[in-house]
């Protein structure tokens, strides 16, 4: 399954390094957010696929660096002003075509935290003074945007609000690159402000999101009883047969979706919500930040068993069904999955040296 599981990374991923999120044609895009989860399984390998990814993402910040500079004169007030977190899959280029919820300021925390995750392992993340520079203005990008305060679409790229999800990414980021970047004084402490302001919810609208997982693993904000907490949260409330639901009252491929449209005002399919797979081995690499072995394999053997065919695991499954949607597969949820198979089977090969 694992072998089977890097596959799928393989086949999404693009000569230019980034990855496609899925084979169907509604997701042959290119997400900052989904490519960067996806290279995290050779975050600590020698394959170089890692700095392949970041180096294009550099490319990308490059050919958009006059936002980055316009933003640094004035704080956004349009949509179209911000970064965007979707691109073209051929030449990585913005879409204009339709409207799309592209302030996802957690996908530039996650780019700065990459960077640092790389740095930290040895790796030349950097390859001139021009990505040394673009570092510099993203720091400086989240500043003007006001991160800690500016609602944004979120990971699930829906309304604007405050998501702890987003707020967390960017202290992770700022704080991945303070050895190689100047973080203005207090922006980081602004960013846990809020996430103790609004904690243990994801925002003022939704007091339990699978996006909160990200809060602990990949980027270790939280740990002891806050952890616990979050973890508990989302056991509790939003998981399921099949997967983890993003929220309650979800409604992107609720089983009510298809008849009553995605107009309803939230809340209206609670019940109804598609299965999300990537929360099962999310949840295993929680537990393992937790220290809780047994519950982790527990996920994995869960994660395995939802796949459609080995390693492969769809986007979502329809509420309460056995049948997945058409993005099938996920290369976010199989690089979920790498990532919680290895790590358990890292803590139990130091268990048994130990023993």
């Known amino acids: 399954m694992l072998t089977e599981s890097y596959a799928v990374l393989t086949k999404l991923c693009l000569p230019h390094g980034l990855y496609v999120a899925s ?27 890692y700095e392949k990814t970041f180096y294009r993402l550099f490319d990308l910040f490059l050919d958009y660096e006059w936002k980055l500079d316009w933003i640094a004169m004035q704080r956004p007030q349009m949509e179209w002003e911000y970064l ?7 030449q990585v ?8 919820g592209h ?10 935290y990459g960077v640092g995750a790389g740095l930290q392992r040895g790796k030349p993340m950097l390859r001139d003074g021009r990505d040394a520079r673009i570092v510099q203005k993203l720091v400086h990008y989240l500043e ?20 702890t999800s987003s707020v967390g990414a960017c202290v992770a980021g700022l704080k991945a690159v303070e050895r ?18 609004l904690f243990p919810a994801e925002s003022r609208d939704k007091s339990a999101d699978l996006a909160q997982l990200s809060l602990i693993y ?15 949260n989302v056991e509790q409330r939003l998981l399921r047969e099949r997967g983890v639901i993003r929220y309650e009252g979800d409604s992107y491929y609720s089983t009510l979706e298809e008849e009553h449209g995605r107009g309803h005002p939230r809340g209206f399919y609670e019940g109804t919500e598609a299965e999300w797979t990537f929360g099962l081995p999310w949840l295993a690499l929680c537990h393992l930040e937790l220290g809780n072995l047994d519950k982790a394999r527990q996920y994995v053997r869960w994660s395995e068993e939802v796949m459609t065919e080995p390693g492969c695991l769809p986007e979502l499954y329809y509420q ?14 199989c690089a979920m999955y790498i990532l919680a198979r290895e790590a358990v089977s890292s803590r139990e090969q130091a268990a048994q040296h130990l023993a």
């Open 23 to 49: 084979p169907s044609q509604d997701y042959r895009y290119v997400w900052i957010r989904d490519s960067i989860y996806m290279s995290l399984p050779h975050l600590d390998k020698s394959t170089q696929l």
């Open 84 to 90: 965007h977190a979707r691109y073209t899959h051929d």
């Open 93 to 100: 280029k913005e879409i204009h075509h339709e409207d799309w």
């Open 103 to 112: 302030i996802q300021h957690d996908t530039i925390g996650a780019f700065l």
């Open 144 to 163: 003007h945007v006001r991160y800690w305060e500016d609602p944004d679409n979120g990971m699930w790229e829906e309304w604007r609000e405050i998501h």
């Open 180 to 197: 190689i970047a100047e973080v203005p004084p207090g922006m980081v402490e602004k960013g846990l402000r809020t996430l103790l302001e």
């Open 218 to 232: 990949p980027y270790r904000l939280f740990s002891g009883v806050m952890a616990e907490a979050i973890v508990t």
């Open 320 to 333: 309460g069904t056995a049948t997945p949607n058409g993005n099938t597969p996920l290369g976010w949820s």
